[in-house]
């Protein structure tokens, strides 16, 4: 009896779902469907932002930031993937300080719903004449002439540089990881157009107008001919003449937002000496 209830054990063994040590609680749970490495649970508590209530930031609350001032800013719109909530800072953390590798798909495709986001909006808008409704979202997008091409997708991918000290520390930039994935993914070419011309400190230990202030000045177009010459083959290529050059600028965590306006006028002002108009957008893992 005993033998047959041993062998009747590994027989269901066979047959029963393997269980994997999540990336985020650690526990040997059933495996998430969608996202590498995690449980399902894990995966159901993601604070994914499906309905951003600010259409410019992608704030998934209440935004004092985009309502304090009428100007328009250099970004079209930034899309973030989640809201940064305890349990999403505490995985950037290890990704980003810790170094923590097994981490990066899953972040990277996380990104990359955002990017879906960002495409479905983009393509609904360019294919109506009234104002539509996202169906990821509860924004309202405005009106705009049908367009010739049905599909929407960036033309090129920047990352937001790291500065040299933080990049020795570190050994790696998390927003050039997290670009290379959506790359990938999405036939999308990736160009480190920006570099830092001073190491800001961490942001998130500044106020809202130290980190304004920090962000002037403090990214400027690559000095790599390799880099900038990859970048006027790419306008050859799409030749812009015939609409704006689409680029989005990616980033890790989007805050104020000074950080991807600084980069976006710097990606704006070397297109224009090359000619050439730019759209700027951006996505960003999480919003805070």
Not at 99 to 111: I, T, Y
Not at 123 to 148: C, D, G, I, W, Y
Not at 190 to 217: C, N, V, W
Request: aromatic residues 6%; glycine residues 4%.
């Amino acid at each position: 009896m005993k033998f047959s209830r041993l062998r009747l054990a590994n027989v269901r063994s066979l047959f029963a779902p393997s269980l994997q040590q999540c990336l985020i609680c650690g526990k040997h749970s059933q495996p998430a469907t969608e996202l590498p490495g995690i449980c399902a649970g894990c995966e159901a508590a993601i604070p994914w932002i499906r309905c951003p209530r600010c259409s410019k930031c992608g704030r998934h609350v209440g935004c004092p930031d985009c309502t304090r001032s009428s100007e328009p800013g250099p970004i079209v719109c930034n899309r973030s993937a989640v809201a940064y909530t305890s349990v999403m800072r505490e995985i950037l953390g290890r990704y980003k300080y810790r170094g923590d590798e097994k981490l990066a798909s899953m972040l990277g495709l996380m990104l990359d719903r955002a990017y879906s986001i960002l495409k479905e909006e983009r393509e609904q808008l360019m294919h109506s004449s009234r104002p539509v409704q996202s169906r990821f979202s509860n924004t309202t997008l405005p009106a705009r002439k049908n367009e010739r091409n049905r599909f929407w997708q960036a033309d090129l991918l920047v990352p937001v540089p790291v500065s040299d000290s933080r990049l020795v520390e570190r050994g790696f930039n998390q927003a050039e990881r997290l670009a290379e994935i959506i790359s990938r993914r999405r036939g999308i070419p990736q160009l480190p157009l920006l570099i830092r011309t001073h190491h800001t400190g961490k942001q998130s230990f500044k106020t809202r107008a130290e980190r304004l202030a920090d962000m002037k000045h403090a990214f400027a177009a690559s000095r790599d001919s390799k880099v900038l010459s990859s970048f006027e083959d790419l306008l050859e290529s799409l030749n812009p003449q015939d609409r704006p050059l689409q680029i989005i600028i990616v980033d890790d965590i989007y805050t104020t937002g000074s950080t991807i306006r600084a980069c976006a006028e710097t990606v704006i002002r070397l297109s224009a000496s090359l000619g050439c108009t730019a759209e700027i957008y951006s996505l960003t893992w999480a919003r805070s």
